[in-house]
T-cell receptor, first 114, second 116 residues
Framework: GAGVSQSPSNKVTEKGKDVELRCDPI?????LYWYRQRLGQGLEFLIYFQGNSAPDKSGLPSDRFSAERTGESVSTLTIQRTQQEDSAVYLC????????????FGPGTRLTVT | AQSVTQLDSQVPVFEEAPVELRCNYSSSVSVYLFWYVQYPNQGLQLLLKYLSGSTLVKGINGFEAEFNKSQTSFHLRKPSVHISDTAEYFCAVRPMIYNQGGKLIFGQGTELSVKP
């Protein structure tokens, strides 16, 4: 079956603009994660959705970042008033419910803020 | 809180030589441990994981890792590398906290460069 897909693959935006990144998880996966990978660094956890439970937003770096998920399907990560330090690859992952299940990662969206 | 340290940012090695990529972690609770690989211009792929049981775990592409609880380490090894192993390798932990989801805490990554 299809893996995790993300769109767009690349996004260049001007400082101060809002951007929206999309993630389509693997069908049947109840858990969805967003991570950020800055150049030369490891991945940072941003937010986690599990079914109808309240999302874990503990990794969001500022109130300019928000995310939504419709049921157990598509998620969008929104960054308002983008700053140059927001430039990174944004990765989405999904998994079955349960902390021992493997997370499957999408190819990422490369965001460049000029 | 948890943290993961990958001790080498870059590891150059010749083809068919053995390699070890080092990973140490810090955590106040028990953790699951993972190694992911990221090939150039591709997404992350799981290499192997330690959940419980035998401390020596085998993964894909001939890689293995050993969990050492006393040293809080989870080093990745391969006895003979190929050019195709050139990639970025990430060590990650997931704290075993009930009802806290499965968020991963990653190290900074190790770039493995295999030369002919």
């Amino acid at each position: 079956g299809a893996g995790v897909s993300q769109s767009p693959s690349n996004k260049v935006t001007e400082k101060g603009k809002d951007v929206e990144l999309r993630c389509d998880p693997i069908s049947g996966h109840t858990a969805l994660y967003w991570y950020r990978q800055r150049l030369g660094q490891g991945l940072e956890f941003l937010i986690y959705f599990q079914g109808n439970s309240a999302p874990d937003k503990s990794g969001l770096p500022s109130d300019r970042f928000s995310a939504e998920r419709t049921g157990e399907s598509v998620s969008t990560l929104t960054i308002q008033r983008t700053q140059q330090e927001d430039s990174a690859v944004y990765l989405c992952a999904s998994s079955f419910q349960g902390s021992s299940y493997e997370q499957y990662f999408g190819p990422g969206t490369r965001l460049t803020v000029t | 809180a948890q943290s993961v340290t990958q001790l080498d940012s870059q590891v150059p090695v010749f083809e068919e030589a053995p390699v070890e990529l080092r990973c140490n972690y810090s955590s106040s609770v028990s953790v699951y441990l993972f190694w992911y690989v990221q090939y150039p211009n591709q997404g992350l792929q799981l290499l192997l994981k330690y959940l419980s049981g035998s401390t020596l775990v085998k993964g894909i592409n001939g890689f293995e890792a050993e969990f050492n609880k006393s040293q809080t380490s989870f080093h990745l090894r391969k006895p003979s590398v190929h050019i195709s192993d050139t990639a970025e390798y990430f060590c990650a932990v997931r704290p075993m906290i009930y009802n806290q989801g499965g968020k991963l805490i990653f190290g900074q990554g190790t770039e493995l460069s295999v030369k002919p």
